[in-house]
Structures are given as C-alpha cells and as structure tokens.
C-alpha cells in the first residue's frame, strides 16, 4: 500500500485547489478513503470519507459545503477539491487507506 499526495500549494481566501491522492498496491474504490488535516499547533483532524462501493461521503462540519472528496476508478486517484477556501483551511493534508498514511502535502490559505 503506498499513498502520494499532491496538489498543494499557496491559495489566496476564497481560491480553490484540488488535492490528489495517487495509491498503489491495492484497489481505491474497494477501500474506504480519507483526508486528514493537521494545522501547526493542533492535532489531526478528519476532513472527508468516501466509503468503498456505495461511494458515500462524510464531511467535518467545517468543510460541508465547500470540499468534495471523490475517487476515480482508472486513474486509481482519489480526490479532495477544495473550494471558498478559508485562512484557518491552512493545514499538511494527509491521504489515509486501510491504516497507511501518505506523506502529506501543504495547503497555505492567505493574502
């Protein structure tokens, strides 16, 4: 099982980025998928799932509305698109599958 992130970056408030997480060694749209956040100073926290087969997705409340977490089968990709992005959306990003963490990619909101 292996996770790479991408996609991160240096936004300004209200831009959007789209963060991708490429596996390898097994199946994405047969696992559950995650994104994890940790901000400087703070623990981590869960920020999206998209269940496996049914495809159904979970949100932290302080995403609803603005990220979508979803996945595709050929590429072998899952994706977390961020939009309205907000200063305290500042975090490392984290791809997490079957207890493998990936090695996090840095979102950077401000003006």
């Known amino acids: 099982v292996h996770l790479v992130e991408s996609g991160g970056g240096l936004v300004q408030p209200g831009g959007s980025l789209r963060l991708s997480c490429a596996a390898s060694g097994f199946t994405v749209s047969l696992y559950a998928m995650s994104w994890y956040r940790q901000a400087p100073g703070k623990g981590r926290e869960l920020v999206a799932t998209?269940?496996?087969?049914?495809?159904?997705?979970v949100y932290a409340d302080s995403v609803k509305g603005r990220f979508t977490i979803s996945t595709d089968k050929a590429e072998n990709t899952v994706y977390l698109q961020m939009n309205s992005l907000k200063p305290e959306d500042t975090a490392v990003y984290y791809c997490v599958a079957r207890g493998t963490w990936g090695q996090g990619t840095q979102v950077t909101v401000s003006s």
């Open positions: 998209i269940t496996s087969v049914v495809g159904s997705t």
